[in-house]
């Protein structure tokens, strides 16, 4: 399925520190001057600036998000030749799909069965076998709010006696400013779309942070989501209506649609991509730029609408797989 692309969603968000975070650099410079644990930084903007690494980002969500996999499903494949809603165990090895890819080499629906036997978590983030659907850009800081950089100090605890193990040691932490960032989903379904919404949902409820020293208060974050757009780069729209080129296929021009929707029976069964895959919104449909194409456009105060709609699908497909 990555060389076909049927569907794009970019969501547009504001991380904005609910206390203080640390993604620390993981080196120690000679300056005696500087704390012994900086925050991460790099050139933006014509100067040095602190910011949110995207893979950094990537793993908590993806973190989070395999939690609530294990919360509704199971983390063991119940046998070889199906696919459950499950995430991986990390604890065990499970070389079941490299096995598969060395023994099907040639076989040119390889791709397809590695993706419908992975967990539904590698189908989004990928795995070694299949590549990630999901790609999130780094976090810059809005110029417009102000950051606030402090040094705070710590010593680690002697859980036996007591007393200091080690420290004091000091460390940079970030309590306030703006950092922008974009979540890009690639051929994605509306349940894949609507883990996502839950992800960030719980990540602005506070039940997971950010970063260094989680459970000592910090990593705390808001999100705010800017907007969201989903493009059909395969579409034209005519007399409102989505119409898919070189097909028959057509959708009215309000439709949310996942990528199985692009997809011929035969093919959608191969990936085990779910057919049909729709919602209905009340958002209407416009070109793309340049003319070429089809785009739903939710604006700030409504992406929440667009998150709704896929939780509905992921709600359909926990009621498919019991």
Request: proline share 5%.
């Amino acid at each position: 399925m990555h060389k076909k692309f049927v569907n794009h969603c970019t969501i547009n968000l504001t991380i904005i520190p609910d206390g203080p975070i640390l993604i620390k650099s993981g080196k120690e410079g000679a300056d005696p001057t500087k704390p012994d644990m900086e925050f991460v930084e790099t050139y933006h903007a014509g100067g040095r600036s602190i910011y949110l690494p995207g893979s950094s980002l990537k793993g908590a969500i993806r973190a989070h998000a395999e939690r609530i996999v294990r919360t509704v499903g199971s983390e063991e494949r119940p046998s070889e030749n199906t696919q459950e809603l499950w995430a991986n165990n990390p604890l065990k090895n499970d070389s079941y799909l490299e096995n598969l890819k060395k023994q099907n080499s040639n076989n040119p629906s390889i791709g397809a069965n590695l993706y419908k036997l992975s967990s539904f978590t590698d189908q989004m983030f990928g795995n070694t076998s299949i590549a990630s659907r999901v790609r999130i850009e780094d976090a810059y800081p809005d110029k417009s709010q102000p950051l606030k950089i402090e040094e705070r100090n710590g010593v680690a605890i002697d859980r036996v006696f007591g007393s200091v193990a080690v420290g004091p040691f000091n460390y940079q932490v970030c309590t306030a400013g703006e950092f922008h960032t974009k979540i890009h989903l690639k051929n994605f379904t509306l349940a894949q779309l609507g883990l996502i919404g839950l992800v960030l949902r719980d990540l602005d409820d506070g039940w997971f942070g950010l970063g260094f020293a989680k459970s000592r208060g910090l990593g705390t974050v808001q999100v705010k989501l800017n907007s969201a757009i989903v493009q059909y780069p395969g579409c034209e729209l005519i007399d409102k209506q989505i119409h898919a080129f070189g097909s028959q296929k057509q959708w009215n021009h309000t439709f949310l649609l996942g990528a199985g929707e692009f997809l011929e029976p035969e093919e959608a069964k191969l990936y085990s991509f779910p057919k049909p895959d729709s919602q209905d919104t009340p958002v209407a449909a416009q070109e793309m730029d340049l003319g070429f194409g089809v785009q739903l456009t939710w604006r700030e105060g409504t992406v929440n609408d667009l998150f709704e709609r896929g939780v509905r699908s992921w709600s359909g497909l926990l009621v498919v797989s019991r």
